[in-house]
């Protein structure tokens, strides 16, 4: 009896495993940022879950969970410009599954879309992009170039319910014969930029000498005259008899105060 007893106890208590494992295999927790995909039999039932605590068939259905929050992704590329330079660039981007239509990205591509969609997407774009630009605009016009690249990713993406939010491009990386020549023309310009602020600056200085010399040779004229008119003024003093001068009108060249000034 006791053995017949311990027997029925231990399967009862296996049945009850098993009965709590399958009520636990019916519900399924989509977390924030999230999105459910029902799967019954393997094939996708027409219909998105929410986050929250979730009902599903035990063992004939599964939920398959995709992630909606933003993500990054980090890609290599070699590429040629536009005067056929070899650009090697490391790119940031960040992208998205748009939660509405995660349903038919997981349909019609599955989990794999990262390297199944976006990544030959980034790829393709950023050739037809940079193709159109030489390489030293490449550099000085890179945010114009991300926008580019971003907009044609997008054109590419969208009908698989992706998007790309932010493009950037980390790094260029040029072939050593042109990064020298892109070097040496930089060290050409500035040493063109000094010499002409040199020139500027000669052009200044020699305005400056100028003026001071056109204000000297005021100042020298005008000591001239004053001492001319002095000496004219001693010369008269000395020929001066003593003798008032008969006219004495203010107007008279004989006028004793222009002597005496």
Known sequence: MKKIFKRNNIIMISILCIVVIVFGSCFRTIRS????????????????????????????????????RVQ??????????KDLQEVEMDLAVNYQVESTKAFKLYKTVGLGYKDIVLEPAIQE???????KYTAEELITNRSEVSDKCMEEINKKIKKYGL??????ITNFRFSEEFSKAIEEKQVAEQKVLTAKQELEKAKVDAEKKIVAAEAEKKANDLKMQSLTDNIVKEKMIEKWNGELPKVTGSGSIFDISNIIQ
């Open 33 to 68: 940022g999230e999105v459910g995909i029902r799967v019954r039999f393997g094939k996708v039932i027409n219909k998105e879950l929410k986050e929250g605590i979730n009902y599903k068939l035990p063992v004939i259905e599964k939920i398959v969970k995709m992630n909606v």
């Open 72 to 81: 990054k992704i980090e890609v290599k590329t070699v590429s040629s410009s």
């Open 125 to 131: 774009s950023i050739k037809a992009v940079t193709s």
């Open 163 to 168: 998007t790309v939010s932010d493009f950037n």
